[in-house]
């Protein structure tokens, strides 16, 4: 491993933080019929689809995955998702992204939503970073960390989980 690098969640931390945001989801939506999970394209999505294998496991409320696609150095309008928007109309909707950077592809991912009637939207990220563009939040997020603008958070998911931050 690089010097330059610092492990700031290990596989067993990722999937644990995972986990415990699963049922913060399910506690909230616990009276739902219907949770829509929209990953934010590439690592959101695998995020999104391991928080949708938990929370088949722990909930008898239908789960259905959602894949948002979008440009993320020129989101306006560039979003896409794999689903339509009947859909996801008038149910609970959590947006999924690994990290809350700047808060661009968030944003973007949750005007996209807002031209439909939903009964509830929430945002989830695996790592918050402090240094947000836009007034975007996490309501769930497995960690906070205060960085400089230099550094980089990166989430490799795979056969054995890592978040960097270089």
């Known amino acids: 491993m690089q010097t330059d690098q610092n492990i700031i969640l290990t596989h067993e ?5 995972i986990k415990r945001i699963a049922y913060q989801i399910y506690e909230t939506n616990v009276n739902e019929k ?3 999970i929209a990953g934010i394209s590439e690592n959101g999505y695998i995020f999104a689809q391991r928080l949708k294998s938990i929370l088949e496991d722990i909930s ?3 789960i259905t995955l959602c894949e948002v696609t979008m440009d993320k150095k020129t989101p306006q309008n560039t979003v896409k998702t794999s689903i339509t928007p009947n859909e996801y109309q008038n149910k609970s909707v959590i947006l999924a992204d690994d990290v809350l950077n700047s808060g661009t592809a968030l944003i973007y991912g949750v005007k996209h939503f807002l031209d439909v009637p939903l009964t509830r939207f929430k945002t989830a990220v695996l790592v918050n970073r402090n240094h947000k563009k836009y007034p975007i939040k996490a309501d769930f997020k ?3 960390l205060s960085t400089s603008l230099h550094e980089h958070v990166i989430v490799q998911f795979g056969q054995e989980d890592l978040a960097i931050l270089k």
């Open 13 to 17: 931390q990722i999937q644990h933080k």
């Open 142 to 144: 497995g960690i906070s």
């Open 60 to 62: 008898d409320i239908k």
């Open 34 to 36: 219907e949770i829509i």
